[in-house]
């Protein structure tokens, strides 16, 4: 069965830092393009952060950019988010995605919620 499953979400204070991670089953995507995307409680889904074609040039939205970082784990079949500086702006449901030729996969989605 092809998924993705998101964990790492949470509760975190203004100011803290979250890692969320996005593990691939029954596919790799180490040449695919793998994307994290955000939503917040009614806005649209917003790309946050794109690996394209395996790397390694990532691209941030601007306001996470030197806050937000996307690795990979091909190894793992893992991508992770990791987010630091957190603020209140950053309350959302975040998912991953990667984009293969027989169509993008997408995760569950996870929450995130930056609140003291």
């Known amino acids: 069965q092809v998924q993705l499953v998101e964990s790492g979400g949470g509760l975190v204070q203004p100011g803290g830092s979250l890692r969320l991670s996005c593990a691939a089953s029954?596919?790799?995507?180490?040449?695919?393009?793998v994307n994290w995307y955000r939503q917040a409680a009614g806005k649209e889904r917003e790309l946050v952060a794109a690996?394209?074609?395996?790397?390694?040039?990532?691209k941030y939205a601007d306001s996470v950019k030197g806050r937000f970082t996307l690795s990979r784990d091909n190894a793992k079949n893992t991508v992770y988010l990791q987010m630091n500086s957190l603020n209140s702006d950053d309350t959302a449901v975040y998912y991953c995605?990667?984009?293969?030729?027989?169509?993008?996969?997408w995760g569950q989605g996870i929450q995130v919620t930056v609140s003291s």
């Open positions: 029954g596919f790799t995507f180490s040449t695919n393009t």
């Open positions: 995605n990667v984009v293969r030729w027989t169509g993008t996969v």
């Open positions: 690996s394209t074609s395996g790397g390694p040039y990532i």
